[in-house]
Antibody, heavy 118, light 109 residues
Framework: EVQLVESGGGLVQPGGSLRLSCVASGFTFSNSEMSWVRQAPGKGLDWISYISSSGNTIYYADSVKGRFAIFRDNARNSLYLQLNTLRAEDTAVYFC???????????WGQGTVVTVSS | EIVMTQSPATLSVSPGERATLSCRASQSASSYLAWYQQKPGQAPRLLIYGASTRATGVPARFSGSGSGTEFTLTISSLQSEDFAIYYCQQYDNWPPTWTFGQGTKVEIK
């Protein structure tokens, strides 16, 4: 069974930092392309970052470029998202999502909640 | 940047009826068009990819069609478990971006 389990969310003040983690099982993580997708309260889905299976290719949405960093450890079947200089508008559920292709996401975690507030 | 627009925002349907959801791209999209179902408090579930291919385990009552700028998700006979929010998602390979529509809520009439 494919599983993605996120952790690391929480309450943080504006300007603060968090690191999110996503541990994968049930599929060959090292062959999978991974992304982070977020969903603000009551809103739709918003892709924010992608990393290739090797980790050599990375993309970010403009909304997080320069503030967030995606990386992975294939030996630990783990994906990470470092969130810096957080803003109130970064408040959301953060999902990790994966695929063996680049174009869609068949694998999803249950999400971890990030709340940015003073 | 491609913008994906879904209509209607809310669709009221009786169980057993047919539901037709639309997704329009602001410019011609590739065939990299996917549909997802999301229920409250859950992660999205991939239903359709490549505009018309059902994902593993998805019932045959779900079908996708379209190309270019116009795409459709059809649920042939709504079951109680199908009441949810549906999102379309497009992948553009340059610059690489993954764009979701704003969603269509399918509710019980």
């Amino acid at each position: 069974e494919v599983q993605l389990v996120e952790s690391g969310g929480g309450l943080v003040q504006p300007g603060g930092s968090l690191r999110l983690s996503c541990v994968a099982s049930g599929f060959t993580f090292s062959n999978s392309e991974m992304s982070w997708v977020r969903q603000a309260p009551g809103k739709g889905l918003d892709w924010i970052s992608y990393i290739s299976s090797s980790g050599n290719t990375i993309y970010y949405a403009d909304s997080v470029k320069g503030r967030f960093a995606i990386f992975r450890d294939n030996a630990r079947n783990s994906l990470y998202l470092q969130l810096n200089t957080l803003r109130a508008e970064d408040t959301a559920v953060y999902f990790c999502a994966g695929s063996n292709t680049r174009s869609e996401f068949p694998y999803w975690g249950q999400g971890t909640v990030v709340t940015v507030s003073s | 940047e491609i913008v994906m627009t879904q209509s209607p925002a809310t669709l009221s349907v009786s169980p057993g009826e047919r539901a037709t959801l639309s997704c329009r791209a602001s410019q011609s999209a590739s065939s990299y068009l996917a549909w997802y179902q999301q229920k409250p408090g859950q992660a999205p579930r991939l239903l359709i990819y490549g505009a018309s291919t059902r994902a593993t385990g998805v019932p045959a009552r779900f079908s996708g069609s379209g190309s270019g700028t116009e795409f459709t998700l059809t649920i042939s006979s709504l079951q109680s478990e199908d009441f949810a929010i549906y999102y379309c998602q497009q992948y553009d390979n340059w610059p690489p971006t993954w764009t979701f529509g704003q969603g269509t809520k399918v509710e019980i009439k």
